[in-house]
C-alpha cells in the first residue's frame, strides 16, 4: 500500500521525536535504528510500509489507551 506524502511525513516527524539510541524490531525484517526506520520510509521499502502501518495503528489507538490510563487514575 502507498501512503500519501502527508503521512509518510507525520511517521518521519514521529520517528524524529525517538531518542536516536532506541532501536526498534520489525517482524522478520529485524532491528533498525529510528535513522534507519525514517530512511526505509523515505525509499517507500517493506520496512520503511510496516513501520508507516505500526505508527498508524498506535495513533488510532491513541484514544482508548488515553482513556485507560484516564480512568486508573
Known amino acids: 500500500m502507498t ?9 518521519k ?3 524524529m521525536s525517538t ?3 532506541i532501536k526498534v524490531s520489525i517482524g522478520n525484517y529485524g532491528e533498525f ?11 517507500e521499502t517493506p520496512v520503511g510500509e510496516a513501520a508507516i502501518e505500526m ?3 498506535f495513533i488510532r489507538k491513541m ?7 484516564s ?3
Open 3 to 11: 501512503h500519501s506524502d502527508d503521512v509518510k511525513e507525520l511517521v
Open 13 to 15: 516527524l514521529r520517528l
Open 19 to 21: 531518542p536516536s539510541n
Open 33 to 43: 535504528s529510528r535513522d534507519q526506520l525514517i530512511e526505509e520510509v523515505e525509499k
Open 55 to 57: 505508527e498508524l495503528l
Open 63 to 69: 484514544p482508548t489507551l488515553a482513556k485507560r490510563i
Open 71 to 73: 480512568e486508573q487514575r
